[in-house]
């Protein structure tokens, strides 16, 4: 809790809450990126971690079906969840776990049984996403990435806001640029984007500039600019 990726993960909260928009489902957060091992599902569960620390109330929820991963990281059960929510095999109550605080609730992917577009892109699940959205304060939906299928992009033309995650050293920029593309194609504005695997500054000394008045060889004054040299402050 006290590391710097922590403090990371909470200022990318609260960068969140400042440009989320005042209007239905903006609440709901779909988190993607344009290629695999990118790091989303990280942010997707560290991101609802700091809104219930916050004491928001936060639903998770695994839509990644094709290959889920959000219950492994935390270490729950996850062969019962969405795919059994939206097809009315089992109730809210037996899919939606508690984990770590009362407020911090999260929906698994659960074993895939149809196809996912076909189940992802349902009346139900479109139900399923107006619903939550009224009942928590925050939703955060961990999608595919882009390269794998356009899930995300579909949840966000229905109000959600699109958060998208791209990694140093792994992002290729073709893919990305894909990505841009595809989502400016279907007129979908991204919320964000997080930038994963950066590594920290290193420390350095800094400067500052001060305007004053100097006054030149004729007498007359005249504006100047230095530069003062030190280390920054807090």
């Known amino acids: ?63 990644d079906v094709r290959s889920p991963s959000v219950s492994k990281k935390l270490g729950i059960e996850g062969t019962v969840g969405l795919t059994h929510l939206i097809t009315n095999t089992v109730s809210s109550h037996d899919a939606i776990q508690r984990y770590w605080k009362p407020n911090f609730h999260v929906l698994p992917a659960g074993k895939q049984s149809l196809n996912p577009s076909i189940l992802l892109n349902s009346r139900a699940m479109r139900a399923l996403v107006d619903q939550v959205s009224k009942a928590y304060d925050y939703v955060i939906i961990d999608t595919d990435p882009m390269q794998v299928s356009n899930d995300a992009a579909v949840f966000a033309k229905e109000g959600p806001q699109l958060l998208v ?34 590594e920290p500054e290193k420390p350095q ?30």
């Open 1 to 63: 809790p006290a590391s710097r990726d922590a403090e990371e993960i909470r200022r990318l909260r609260t960068n969140l809450t400042f440009v989320l928009p005042e209007e239905d489902k903006a609440n709901v957060i779909v988190v993607t990126s344009a290629g695999p091992s990118e790091g989303k599902t990280t942010i997707s569960v560290n991101l609802a971690t700091a809104f219930a620390e916050a004491g928001s109330k936060v639903l998770l929820i695994d839509a």
């Open 165 to 198: 995650v791209a990694s140093l050293g792994i992002t290729e920029k073709k893919t990305l640029k894909q990505t841009d593309q595809e989502l400016h194609t279907l007129d979908i504005q991204p919320i964000g984007l997080a930038i994963n695997y950066a």
């Open 205 to 234: 000394k800094s400067g500052y500039y001060y305007y004053g008045e100097d006054t030149d060889e004729n007498g007359k004054k005249r504006q100047s600019q230095h530069k003062k040299s030190g280390k920054a402050k807090d």
